[in-house]
């Protein structure tokens, strides 16, 4: 474990390195520690089966291995802090980290517990907005959702993908960044609208930015026509 962990920092001082040597202005980890850019936090929260696999299927539609919820979601403590702090430790630039969507994470889990989707998607957002907070309080610029399952479970994502947005950032007064889904290989008809949201109204305007980001960007939000 000591030498697993070891060999986590030195990749990742190396992505450090190479995102300012190419001038990159805003760094991340490269997530580097993660064998998944959403498992990695779901399989860390209380009710989620630690040795038993679910099964869903991926937005192309083939069937993935996928974390199994069979109890009431909870944080029992941070999943990426540690990694955030190690971050902040190893540059001075503006800082970013990135964590799963909580509707994402719904469709990419067996759900064996909550009476709907909905429901468990709800769950892990209050679980996400936990992280979130900590990930601002130690310094973190910008915290990144990652939401690209939008594109592909359009009905859901009608259903309950705001809602979940808005309530992982609920109280949240700090810059955020949303990344829905990329457009490639993705029909036009099914290419992301811009909607409103708590994560889209905290922009540059009503809150206060780092001066080293200013100017730089806005929070943004999209849904699926």
Request: glycine fraction near 8%; charged fraction near 25%; proline fraction near 6%.
């Amino acid at each position: 474990a000591d030498h697993l962990g070891e060999a986590g920092d030195d990749a990742t001082r190396l992505a450090i390195r190479d995102m300012e040597d190419a001038g990159i202005d805003i760094i991340t980890d490269g997530e580097m520690r993660r064998e998944s850019y959403s498992n990695h936090f779901s399989n860390a929260l209380d009710g989620v089966d630690p040795d038993v696999p679910g099964a869903a299927l991926t937005r192309t539609g083939r069937p993935d291995v996928v974390p199994l919820v069979n109890g009431a979601i909870s944080r029992r403590g941070p999943v990426e802090l540690e990694s955030a702090r190690f971050l902040l430790a190893n540059t001075d630039r503006a800082t970013k980290v990135t964590v799963p969507g909580a509707f994402t994470m719904s469709q990419q889990a067996q759900n064996d517990y909550y009476p709907s989707r909905r429901e468990l998607g709800l769950a892990l957002a209050d679980a996400l907005n936990e992280e979130i907070r900590d990930l601002f309080s130690v310094g973190v610029d910008i915290v990144q959702i990652d939401e690209p399952y939008l594109q592909s479970f359009v009905d859901d994502a009608r259903e309950y993908a705001v809602e979940a947005i808005n309530r992982s950032v609920a109280g949240v007064k700090a810059p955020q960044c949303f990344t829905p889904v990329s457009a490639m290989g993705i029909s036009s008809a099914r290419r992301p609208r811009v909607i409103r949201s708590s994560a889209s109204s905290a922009g540059p305007t009503s809150i206060s930015w780092p001066s080293r980001l200013r100017n730089r960007g806005s929070t943004c939000l999209c849904s699926m026509p």
